[in-house]
Each structure stands twice: as structure tokens, then as C-alpha cells.
């Protein structure tokens, strides 16, 4: 049974591009949950989702940032245009169900965006 | 979200019992006490997770009160490869929640 796989692992963008970053859950996995890492800090929460649905995005920016977890295929962080201050690792980590009961949550690798 | 308070950081020596601590003073009755792991560019790995008294696992032990205001991550004897960071969080369950990380607690071991 293969881990949460996110691609690309790196990901090099000029200022004013699109970053798309790819996350493959579990399988069985129904929620996909994102996080923003800047150098040594901690992560912090963007959107939590489940399968066509956004079910927390209080930590998403309300601009340029956009994610979906479609009915078939990954789930997609969509970040428009671009800034220097985008540059950080982004991990996603996916469930079986919402974490009730404390059900643990597993994490990708991590996708390093560097914004040039 | 209860909010956690852990050291910035803490050093050991290879093959010492290593303790970490963490303070959620305002946790509530149906939180849970969870600890990730963090290694250098890597996603954070489950460790242990537990509501009350003691839970242990091959890898770590987890320690709580019965006020349940703080909790203590025990690593047996650690080695150099336990190097990394360590994050303790609470979180409510029965309803879809989000896991809330702090900044964590870097664990540095050595020889």
C-alpha cells in the first residue's frame, strides 16, 4: 500500500506563474488535508478536504491560492501568480475518515516550491 | 483548538531516555494528545497518540496526568537517528478536525 505521494517534489517558478502542486492520497483515504511549511517553522494548516467538497479552508490566503480533491484523480493546491513569499515546502496528508477518534493522519514527502 | 507549549529544544546524548513535555492547559474533554515526528525535508510520521494515563508503542511511551494539562513523550535510549523535530498536538474528535502544529521541539542527538 503505497504512502501519500505528492509531485512534484520540487518545483522551481518565476514570479507571476501558476504553481500546481499533486497529491495522491492513501488508498482508501477519503480526506486530504494541506500545510504550508516556511524555513524552521512549524506547519500550518491551509484546507482540509474531502472528495468534491472543501471542508476547511481557514488557512487558505484569499487570493491566488486554490485547492480540489475531484471524484477521480489527485488533489490539486493551485497557486496564481506567484511571489517569493509563496517559496516553502508544502506537504499533504490524507486520512480515512475525518479524524474522529483521533485516527491519525499520514504525510507525503512534501513538494519544495522556490519562487525565482 | 487547544493551544500546546513544548521547548524549542532539547539535547541528548546517545542512548539516554529522552523526555519531552508539552503543556495544553486548555484542553478539552474530548481532545486527544497526539505526537508527530519530523525528520530534514520529510513529512511529519505519526508517533503516539493518547486521552489519558499511559500509552506505550515500540517506539515511544506518552505520559498523562489525570488533569490531562500536559503530556510527556518518553524515547527509550535514544540513537542519533532520533534526531528530529517532535510535535505535540491536541485535537477534538467525534467531529472532522485539522491537525494544528506549534513550532515544536527540535531533539539534537549526539555521540
Known amino acids: 500500500n503505497a504512502g501519500v505521494m505528492q509531485n512534484p517534489r520540487h518545483l522551481v517558478r518565476r514570479r507571476g506563474q501558476e504553481a500546481r502542486l499533486r497529491c495522491s492520497p492513501m488508498k482508501g483515504h477519503s480526506h486530504v488535508y494541506w500545510y504550508r511549511q516556511l524555513p524552521e517553522e512549524g506547519l500550518k494548516f491551509m484546507v482540509y478536504?474531502?472528495?468534491?467538497?472543501?471542508?476547511?479552508e481557514s488557512g487558505m490566503p484569499k487570493e491566488r491560492f486554490s485547492a480540489e480533491f475531484p471524484k477521480e484523480g489527485p488533489s490539486i493546491l493551485r497557486i496564481q501568480q506567484v511571489v517569493r513569499g509563496d517559496s516553502a515546502a508544502y506537504f499533504c496528508a490524507s486520512s480515512p475518515r475525518g479524524r474522529e477518534d483521533g485516527v491519525e493522519a499520514f504525510f507525503g514527502q512534501g513538494t519544495r516550491l522556490t519562487v525565482v | 483548538l487547544a493551544k500546546t507549549t513544548q521547548p524549542i529544544s532539547m539535547d541528548s546524548y546517545e542512548g539516554q531516555e529522552v523526555n519531552i513535555t508539552c503543556s495544553h492547559n486548555n484542553i478539552a474533554t474530548n481532545d486527544y494528545i497526539t505526537w508527530y515526528q519530523q525528520f530534514p525535508s520529510q513529512g511529519p510520521r505519526f508517533i503516539i497518540q493518547?486521552?489519558?494515563t499511559k500509552v506505550t508503542n515500540e517506539v515511544a511511551s506518552l505520559f498523562i496526568p489525570a488533569d490531562r494539562k500536559s503530556s510527556t513523550l518518553s524515547l527509550p535510549r535514544v540513537s542519533l537517528s532520533d534526531t528530529a523535530v517532535y510535535y505535540c498536538?491536541?485535537?477534538?474528535?467525534?467531529?472532522?478536525?485539522?491537525?494544528?502544529f506549534g513550532t515544536g521541539t527540535r531533539l539534537q542527538v549526539t555521540l
Open positions: 498536538l491536541v485535537g477534538a474528535t467525534g467531529t472532522a478536525s485539522k491537525l494544528t
Open positions: 493518547g486521552y489519558k
Open positions: 478536504l474531502q472528495k468534491e467538497n472543501i471542508i476547511d
